[in-house]
């Protein structure tokens, strides 16, 4: 069975600091890997994703995400961190398309002028 | 071109009663799937459909059931409603075959069950 594991279920960093959110993911095949964000009161939004091409990933909003086997993890970034980045950030595998995403609980990540 | 789209945006109903979540796929998708997200919890998976068909299904009971039309459209639909049944429900759309490996997402209909 798959499964994901977000480290720190909340986040806080200065504008400007580097953003660092992790995720590791269990797997018994190799996995398709996304992140996706969340603003209040709203549906999820794709961030980027990993399907076995590039290991290191760039999404929208200057996020990137490197894909590291060894580690099983699948961790996002961003260098600079702007408040309209304030969100919830949710970690999600699946064996293949259209197979069932499996989400980790999420990481609410507060920016702080 | 319009994204996943689903209705209504919110909901309030009673222990026991019936409901029914409707979703529109994005343009060119030919697969839909529902999900839950209890409040403070990630999204879980309850069903996929595939031509008219549910293709796949998690760890939900029989209560929760679903339907898609031949326009992919589908239904997601809660019997006996269970205070616990309140969540937001999210739809995803995407491509089926070599070319679909993303879910895009709707914005979701909250329910709460009273």
């Known amino acids: 069975a798959q499964s994901v594991t977000q480290l720190g279920s909340h986040v806080s960093v200065s504008e400007g600091a580097l953003v660092l959110l992790r995720c590791n993911y269990s797997s018994s095949v190799p996995p398709y890997l996304f992140w996706y964000v969340q603003y209040p009161n709203q549906g999820l939004q794709l961030l980027l994703k990993?399907?076995?091409?590039?290991?290191l990933v760039k999404g929208i909003n200057g996020f990137e995400a490197e894909f590291k086997k060894s580690e099983t993890s699948f961790h996002l970034t961003k260098p600079s961190a702007h408040m309209s980045d304030a969100a919830e950030y949710f970690c999600a595998v699946s064996e293949a398309g259209n197979t069932p995403l499996v989400f980790g609980k999420g990481t609410r990540l507060s920016v702080i002028a | 071109d319009a994204g996943v789209t689903q209705s209504p945006t919110h909901l309030i109903k009673t222990r026991g009663q019936q409901v029914t979540l409707r979703c529109s796929p994005k343009s060119g998708h030919d697969t839909v799937s529902w999900y839950q997200q209890a409040l403070g919890q990630g999204p879980q998976f309850i069903f996929q459909y595939y031509e008219e068909e549910e293709r796949q299904r998690g760890n939900f009971p029989d209560r929760f059931s679903g339907h898609q039309f031949p326009n992919y459209s589908s239904e997601l639909n809660v019997n006996a409603l269970l205070l616990g049944d309140s969540a937001l429900y999210l739809c995803?759309?995407?491509?089926?075959?070599?070319?679909?490996?993303?879910?895009?997402f709707g914005p979701g209909t909250r329910l709460t069950v009273l």
């Open positions: 990993y399907t076995s091409a590039a290991t």
């Open positions: 995803a759309s995407e491509a089926d075959g070599p070319g679909g490996d993303t879910q895009y």
